[in-house]
């Protein structure tokens, strides 16, 4: 394209590949916004940086996490390593947390995200009498205090049930008129799943904002709390607008049950959230051999057509004692865990945490003149080796300005005599 050769650039990214194995280009950036994408151009620009042959690509999007829990293995115990018990103890913790220990701990974890190449995140923030609006506001604080380098949403979450407190309910209606960006439910915690499912409803349509369920988190397909969902979306008129999260128990279906219910959520425009790390942890612990996986075959709903993402989901607590926000990590942990191999199937992968992923959240991503010069470039090749290797995040920039620098690695060889 074009360009005012006479007006020196803000910034230029030389050297890096766009596609798979493609060839080297420069990304040229003005007023935040991408303004060239050429290989090998002669331009005067305030600041240059060296890809040395990156994959540049719009950054990781993470469709699902929680901010507000995270980092809290000193305060629980984990005996059982079951979903009950996780909930159990969190609930059991959720007092003792103040606004400034929320906010410490999710810095943390926001911090890591972006240095791991994460650009946007949805996260659950569990409100109710419980945990007051304390974990509400620090995560707004989060929100306002990251922007420089990621995009925050916040979900409004009952976690521990709805119709079983009555107070809770209130409290979410006044969360998401003071800065909540969505509202999320957990039917399989609450004594009347279709009734929270409704109540959810009720506050996504007051309010006009998305819903994101946690679902149908077990080993058995029989219970199911899916068709609830996917009725009250078509009866609101909600396609494109709701979210599902874990739905575990898809993993113990046969293949053609799985897209006959991917068809059922396509239909529904229902998007759909693995989380591969809490799944494999929590799920199968009744098995003494031969442990199921309890992991969602995204791909084989996003086959069908489902948006279907690859998510964090929790760090270091009794949902998941370990973890370091590292969405190309759980990429690679996802592949492995259902047997990908093929290079579609990698690259289809990537996309369930970059371009699917984002929409999911319906925001407009990748690398285009004109878009928002939003930029990750990763130590691979592009996508597919990105994956298997577990690529390298190298550099970062959100609206053309750098808001971090990994750095090179450097191998230091003894001097030969």
């Known amino acids: 394209m074009s360009m005012q050769r006479d007006k020196p ?13 493609g060839v080297l280009v420069d990304i040229a950036v003005r007023d935040g916004l991408i303004a060239a994408i050429e290989p090998r151009f002669s331009c005067d620009a305030v600041s240059d940086f060296d890809g040395k042959g990156s994959f540049a690509f719009g950054g990781f999007i993470d469709t699902h996490v929680h901010l507000d829990k995270a980092c809290i293995l000193d305060r629980c115990s984990i ?7 996780a909930v159990r103890e969190t609930a059991r913790a959720k007092p003792g947390f103040t606004e400034e220990d929320v906010y410490e701990r999710a810095a943390r974890v926001v911090e890591r995200a972006i240095s791991h190449g994460t650009v946007r995140m ?47 309910w ?18 399989y915690t609450d004594p009347d799943p279709e009734a929270h ?5 009720e506050l996504a349509a007051k309010h006009d904002v998305a819903v994101d369920f946690h679902l149908d988190f077990s080993l058995d397909p029989d219970k199911t709390d899916l068709p609830a969902v996917i009725a009250a979306t078509k009866r609101h008129g909600w396609q494109g607008r709701v979210s599902i999260g874990h739905v575990t128990n898809l993993s113990a279906l046969p293949e053609a049950s799985v897209i006959e219910i991917a068809n059922a959520l396509t239909e529904a425009g229902i998007a759909l959230t693995v989380l591969p790390a809490t799944d494999l942890f929590l799920n199968g612990r009744a098995h003494a051999r031969l442990v199921p996986r309890g992991v969602a075959p995204a791909h084989i709903l996003a086959a069908q057509g489902v948006v279907a993402s690859i998510a964090t989901n929790n760090v270091l607590n009794p949902f998941t004692p370990f973890g370091d926000a590292s969405l190309i990590r759980m990429a690679n942990l996802y592949a492995n865990v259902v047997q990908l191999s093929r290079d579609a199937e990698i690259a289809g992968v990537f996309d369930m945490v970059g371009r699917s992923a984002a929409r999911q959240l319906g925001i407009r991503y990748g690398l285009a003149v004109g878009n928002d010069a939003t930029i990750i470039l990763i130590d691979a090749a592009g996508p597919k080796a990105a ?17 971090f620098d990994n750095g090179r690695p450097q191998i230091h060889k003894p001097d030969r005599q």
Do not use: H
């Not at 209130?170 to 999320?184: P, W």
């Not at 499912?197 to 409803?201: E, G, L, N, Y």
């Open 79 to 85: 005996c059982e390593g079951t979903l009950a018990e």
């Open 122 to 168: 949805r996260t659950f923030v569990e409100i109710d009498p419980r945990a007051g609006f304390r974990s509400f506001e620090a995560i707004k604080r989060i929100r306002a205090d990251y922007a420089f380098a990621i995009d925050i949403e916040i979900c409004a979450f009952a976690q521990d049930g709805l119709t079983n407190d009555t107070d809770t």
């Open 170 to 187: 209130n409290m979410l209606d006044a969360a998401l008129s003071d800065g909540a960006d969505l509202i999320g439910g957990c039917p």
């Open 197 to 201: 499912i409704a109540r959810i409803f």
């Open 9 to 21: 650039l803000d910034l230029v990214i030389r050297d890096v590949r766009v596609e798979e194995d």
């Open 387 to 403: 994956v298997r290797e577990v690529g390298r995040i190298v550099a970062g920039w959100k609206s053309g300005r750098q808001s």
